[in-house]
């Protein structure tokens, strides 16, 4: 994709169709709600992995400079997995085999049109209203806010009763709204955060070169995402903010820290502007500065769901058709799933188990059924017909691990989980 051009809704919609024929095995695209003009907003997911990070752009309309950035972002990491290239170091196939990244490149696609296209984007039955919220000026250069004039990133119940400086009702910009998460496009944020539950958040802004990251943290939390988020203003060149005062807050990072306790960022790209949008002369360098941000995200958002994997580790035992046999391996709890070491099972029931490196996938052969298995991907093949997985199969620490019911499924067996006793029971059919 070309993103030095003035970057609209339907060229993102070309061009994401585009990315996901080119990488089919990789990047696909789901509407997560609609604007308040009716306009899909789309989610953008690039990865295979069970975990998940959160990236997006596009929040407030004269900020579509972020739309650009995303979209080159899903791009580059794209071809370096297709070349298994690396960029800064960082092993991008092997990364996204593991870690799945959901991007919303564009947040606010009305608003987005508004600042770029003016009145004829906008449904006849809203232009006097879009008017009167630009105080009757014809220049939308300045336009932040929806189509329906809220400011749609202090729309987030964290601390929103406080904000300061709302105008007392719809406008161009910095209305808060009537009440918080009321509407469409932050719905259908919120309910995509719920449903994917990524482990950090980026949500990008324009301008001035600064990074905000602190909302009301303490202890352990505070440090850790202290961390993070040097490591990102290292990494951008970005200066780091301070925590708000009693008065700031309402933004989606705001409500993130605040709901889920992890760490997000909010950058604000390109050198300072004004109220306007950023000069497509400054995207070099803003991709030079943040080319890294997402594959660090991704990297350790893996890292915090494998810490997370082994805090829910216990020691599990097998028995099979009455026999029990003690693992040294344990199971995991993801998604209130368990799920379980499959190689023991499987050559402790006469299969053979190899690793395929270059499908990264587990092949089973048994005298009955022969099974492919691609880790972080929620299917798998029995004799050639594929299976789908409430769970993928994982990979941690080497050892491939695959839900309770996978067993049943590949093996025609009775699985019983007994959780109180931490053993898997297996009875196969030849002793039932």
Known sequence: MNPKQVYSYAQMERDMKKLAERYPDLIEYHVIGTSEFGRPIYAITLGNGMSTSYI???NHAREWITTNLTMYMIDQYA?????????????????????????V????????????????SVPQGEVASVMVMNQNSSNFKRWKANGKGVDLNRQFNANWNNLANSPGGPSFANYKGKTP??????????????????EMAVSYHSSGQILFWNFHQ???????????????SQMTGYRLMGEPGATGGGGYTDWFIQQYKKPAFTPEVSPYVGATNVPLANFDRIWQENRLVGLYVARESQKMFETRLRNTFSPVSIEVDGERIALAEGAFTV??????????????LGASV???????????ESSEKSIRLPVHRPYAYLDGERV??????????????????????????KVEWQSKEQTVRITTSSTE
């Open 105 to 120: 490149p564009m947040l606010n696609p009305d608003g987005v049109m508004i600042q770029q296209q003016g009145l004829t």
């Open 181 to 198: 998460h009321s509407a469409s496009e932050v719905k259908a944020v919120l309910e995509l955060t719920e449903e994917i539950r990524p």
């Open 335 to 348: 998604q209130n799933r368990t799920v379980v070491p499959l190689r023991s099972i499987f050559e402790r």
């Open 218 to 232: 303490q202890g352990a939390q505070l440090i850790r995402d202290r961390t993070h988020a040097r490591a990102l």
């Open 56 to 58: 997006n752009g596009s």
């Open 354 to 364: 190899k690793w395929n490196s270059a499908n990264r996938e587990v092949q089973i």
């Open 79 to 103: 071809q370096a997995y297709q070349q298994r290239r690396s960029i800064g170091g960082y092993d991008v196939k092997t990364l996204l085999d593991k870690h799945r990244i959901w991007f």
């Open 388 to 413: 789908e997985l409430d769970v993928s199969a994982l990979l941690v620490d080497n050892r491939t691990y695959v839900p309770v019911r996978f067993i049943a499924e590949a093996l025609g067996a």
